[in-house]
């Protein structure tokens, strides 16, 4: 029998929409929950700290291989960490980051991110910012990589 180890990340960072592209921390205030208790009317906090309808958020698995190998200790020696980012079909929408991502575990699993978010990139955790991209999959949430790294 194999296991299957699924890494969710509670916390996130949002990237900011000021064109700085820095990364900031929902802090709870202007209107980002912190969990489930402090939405209203059978909401729930997604990741990108709204109340979102149940119905209007799914779990988004991200895979990975580098150059067409599965992710592991040895195939991402070179750059052990990632950075992921999760982005909306249109930008009126923050996107979303979270770093840094083991590049070996080769999944990332976000557990109430709002349908909104259709894309996904990710890329190595440094300053070179070379991303590769996919498109979530509607009905699985799913959506695979296969990074140049």
């Known amino acids: 029998m194999r296991a299957l180890l699924v890494v969710v990340f509670a916390g996130c960072v949002v990237q900011g929409t000021d064109g ?6 929902p802090d709870g205030t202007a209107g980002h929950c912190q969990s489930d208790s402090s939405c ?3 909401k ?5 700290g709204g109340c ?3 119905s209007e958020v799914h779990s988004a698995h991200v895979s990975w291989t580098l150059r067409g190998m599965p992710a592991s200790p040895t195939t991402c020696e070179a750059t052990p960490d990632l950075q992921i980012g999760f982005y909306p079909k249109s930008m009126t929408t923050q996107e979303l980051g979270y770093a840094p991502v ?3 575990l ?3 699993t976000v557990d109430k ?3 909104t978010y259709t894309g996904v990139k990710l890329g ?3 300053s070179d910012h070379r991303w590769e991209s996919a498109t979530i999959d509607g009905v699985t949430g799913e959506a695979t990589l296969d990074l140049p790294l």
């Open 44 to 48: 729930v906090c997604a990741r990108d």
């Open 52 to 54: 979102w309808s149940p």
């Open 106 to 108: 080769g999944k990332f």
């Open 20 to 25: 700085s592209g820095g990364w900031v921390f």
């Open 113 to 115: 991110l709002p349908v």
């Open 124 to 126: 190595r955790a440094v």
């Open 102 to 104: 083991p590049c070996a």
């Open 40 to 42: 209203t009317g059978g």
